[in-house]
DNA sequence: TGTCTATGGTTGTATATACAACTAGAATGC
DNA sequence: GCATTCTAGTTGTATATACAACCATAGACA
């Protein structure tokens, strides 16, 4: 059973969903329906679309049926963004700077966070991100060369540390910190503000399905970017 | 049925987990033990341990058993967190000082928000909470009176708006936004923090069934508190 | 015409059963 | 003593079945 059944009809329909063939509003097979469609029990059908209930990809009302959820879940400000799509979304120009990027030995902290053993050679990043000609973003990450051996060699100038590493590690799950705080001389100057203004700092860390993919700390004036989310039920 | 068996056992192991007679890491009866015990089928006693397996409670591991998870998982910040349980669940004391409470007129924008008429009477509050005797959260919050007529009545040194409001009107969505921020005078010195140390400010529109239900800004020190989230999948 | 009552279809809950995959520890054989 | 095999217990998957609660519609009835 390398795939369960129930994984297999949940792929199917949320496929339909995602090349647009379901559309919101409309109305899923019902579970008698997929029963006899991929012929299992009701119970196995019933476990997929309650699996993609969960993932508020269906609203399923007693009496009535399954149907595809008028508004795709909200990104959660928990999701990993791509800076670089947020701002060109916006209608700007996106570029960014590399300040650092090179391999060096994990320490205690570092090896424990990521999952290696100390003295590991672990990448880092320091890159800035810009919005326009307004920095945006102070990206300060380190990641698991286990996981993605051709880091250093990526061209970052264009593209995102985000985007390479969800390619190469798909994540799976991811933990953040959000603190308001004030940084040090080195950051606020290449943010371009003062020393006594407010930043938001997002500290994160991802894993794909083979464990810990990278540890990013994420700085943002606080008076150029705010997170935002909405969330139904 | 008016509460599903399930649910039952599901509440009678996390109010095991709440009260500490069971420990992180600590073993959770198997399946079969919930089945002589609730007298239920064994995919009853299984969907309590699934359902909390998916709020992040227990770990369950094929050939070992159910475990109780080691880190309590971080609500999600989108999650509405009530703040006197966040302070007592880290074993603190909490108190809350009113300094506001009244109706008003709702201008322009509030009245837009929260979608009634302009010059309608709402409600307002301002609370500082604390945790033992330091200041945690400066609360400034608007009320739709048509949502909770009887709020400015309640006593909120003890309990919380939060509470009370998702008791009255249990919220069905909501928006935020967080920035870091410097305040005004009259919060720092209310949260008793020097005006130039970064905070950070959750706005957040919450709905329920009927409509718009309350507007609040909940300021916290940058250095007494931050946001925590954890997502899988 | 309007109201009420079946009826069929849907999801929600629950049971009893079966087999597979995995784990730890005990029993066995060398 | 050591490695291997077996076994009991656990979770994961799947089936077949039953009844309850809910909804919309069609039909009966006034």
Redesign the pocket.
């Known amino acids: ?1 390398a ?6 009809i949940k792929a199917h329909i949320e496929s339909q969903i995602n090349q647009g063939d379901l559309r919101p509003g409309d109305r ?6 997929l029963c006899e469609q991929f ?9 997929a ?2 699996a993609l ?1 969960d993932d508020g990809l269906l609203i ?7 149907f595809v959820a008028e508004q795709r879940p909200v990104a959660s400000m928990m999701e990993v963004r791509n800076i670089a799509d947020e701002v060109q979304q916006r209608g700007h120009r996106y570029r960014a700077e590399i300040l650092h990027m090179e391999s060096c030995p994990a320490d205690e902290q570092q090896a424990w966070l990521l999952n290696i053993k100390p003295g590991t050679e672990l990448f880092h990043s320091l890159i800035v991100h810009y919005e326009d000609d307004l920095p945006l973003q102070w990206e300060d990450r380190l990641v698991n060369p286990a996981m993605a051996p051709e880091y250093l060699q990526q061209d970052f100038s264009q593209s995102t540390p985000n985007a390479y590493l969800s390619q190469v590690a798909p994540l799976t799950e991811a933990s953040h910190k959000i603190e308001a705080v004030l940084v040090e001389e080195k950051i606020a100057s290449a943010l371009d503000i003062d020393r006594m203004s407010p930043c938001l700092q997002i500290s994160r860390r991802t894993w794909s399905a083979k464990g810990v993919v990278s540890l990013a700390t994420l700085i943002h004036p606080g008076d150029r970017y705010c997170l935002g989310g909405h969330v139904k039920q």
């Open positions: 059973m795939t369960p059944r129930f994984e297999t899923v097979p019902s579970e008698n329906q012929d299992v029990s009701r119970m196995t059908a019933r476990r679309l309650q209930t399923r009302t007693p009496g009535l049926g399954s």
